[in-house]
């Protein structure tokens, strides 16, 4: 088992529709999570971090559920400019520095 | 305030060759961590070095290796480059104690 699973998608959607993804993760002794965003050949930037009671930042909601090991990202009334690879990250145990990334599924917002 | 900049953006090598890319990280970050990324794939892991020491490897071979320097930038140096080393790879500044990573643009690397 892959230590953070992302459907690679390509997820195609209208503009202004509301798309979900999920993210597993493998340790459940990992304590950080977050969202990051890449466009094509640029590097990674941090779109937000994954709180445990859930957050939201605009038309982005992250959450967190510890249970199943997942986290997700809502994004609500989809831009053009929201086409892009949604990455999820997770921090490994405490000591090990290593931050996981999944592959990264892709969207594609339709105008 | 500068973010973490990548020198050079673009390289291209030949089989066998060594390669030598440098990072500079965001001003009063004292980590830095190195990813690859082959495309279609997530940042993979390579090194992170906080204070100069080495706080955590990926599973890469030991052609890999980095270093860290005292003005906190850093190297990473692959020997006897081969044709499944071209990737983009990634600098990040920040990520210890569960902080947030920030990249810099990356260094495209070809090996031919």
């Known amino acids: 088992r892959k230590e953070v699973e992302q459907d690679p998608g390509p997820f195609n959607v209208p503009e202004g529709a509301t798309v979900a993804f999920n993210c597993t993760y493998s340790?459940?002794?990992?304590?950080?999570f977050f969202w990051y965003r890449q466009d094509c050949r640029k590097e990674p930037k941090l779109l937000m971090s994954?709180?445990?009671s859930g957050n939201e930042d605009g038309r982005f909601t992250a959450q967190l559920n510890r249970a199943s090991q997942y986290i997700s990202l809502l994004i609500r009334d989809s831009k053009l400019s929201d086409s892009a690879t949604y990455l999820c990250?997770?921090?490994?145990?405490?000591?090990?520095?290593?931050?996981?990334f999944g592959t990264g599924t892709r969207l594609k917002v339709l105008a | 305030d500068a973010g973490v900049t990548q020198s050079p953006t673009h390289l291209i090598k030949t089989r066998g060759q060594h390669v030598t890319l440098r990072c500079s990280p965001i001003?009063?970050?004292?980590?830095v961590s190195w990813y690859q990324q082959v495309l279609g794939q997530g940042p993979q892991f390579i090194f992170q070095?906080?204070?100069?020491?080495?706080?955590g490897r990926g599973n890469f071979p030991d052609r890999f290796s980095a270093r860290q320097f005292p003005n906190y930038s850093s190297e990473l140096n692959v020997n006897a480059l081969l044709l499944g080393d071209s990737a983009l790879y990634l600098c990040?500044?920040?990520?210890?104690?569960?902080?947030?990573?920030?990249f810099g643009s990356g260094t495209q690397l070809s090996v031919l």
């Open positions: 340790n459940s002794a990992s304590q950080s």
């Open positions: 001003s009063g970050h004292k980590s």
């Open positions: 990040a500044s920040g990520g210890t104690d569960n902080e947030k990573l920030f």
């Open positions: 994954v709180y445990s």
């Open positions: 070095y906080y204070e100069k020491e080495e706080r």
């Open positions: 990250v997770v921090n490994m145990p405490p000591g090990t520095y290593k931050y996981i």
